[in-house]
């Protein structure tokens, strides 16, 4: 190719998602998965803060995952078994006023569907809002596992939640009560 037919302009539709899928494809974000290269003194993870099925990411979001990446490549190239844990998170109260209100407009209540259809009608929200996340975090560049992505109602993760709850509660360290509560 000669510089006359080089472009004056970038265009990172034609590179970015084409680099990025062969990027995927090969495992370049994936930790070491062979314990004789592994060093457990040279390890590095985050687990992105899940963002919430209730929409699409803002730019706090990319700001977010833009001080990540940076991290997580740094690690990377010192050497380090590095890990960017994916998932998002079902967002219990604000997801179930997001299906609710489309219920809403079909008029129906979470009562008129039962709970095991509500809940059907909350991972149907996922696929379609949880699936435009993950591909805005793709288009991002941000350079997680996906092989490894989660999801807050996945069976294994509910469960946990589930156990810590009851361990908190047997502990003393949870309880109800009538309180104010903070949100931060």
Sequence with gaps: MSIDNLSTNYNPVNIEQKWYKIWEQQGHFKPQSNPAIID??????????????T?????????NNTIMDT???YHRMKGYNTLWQPGTDHAGIA????????LGQQGLSRHDL????FIDKIWAWK???GNNITRQ?????????WS???????????????????????????YRGKRLVNWD
């Design 71 to 73: 991290l997580t490549r």
């Design 148 to 174: 490894r992505e989660r999801f807050t109602m996945d069976d294994g993760l509910s469960q946990a939640v589930k156990e810590v709850f009851v361990r908190l509660y047997d502990e003393g360290l949870i």
């Design 55 to 63: 929409g699409s990411l803002h730019m706090g979001h990319g700001f």
């Design 40 to 53: 457990k003194q040279n390890a590095f993870s985050i687990a992105l803060p899940p963002p919430n099925v």
């Design 95 to 102: 997801t179930q006023m997001v299906v609710e209100r489309q």
């Design 114 to 117: 039962g709970r095991e259809k």
């Design 127 to 129: 696929e379609q809002s």
């Design 137 to 145: 975090i793709r288009r991002l560049g941000s350079s997680v596992d």
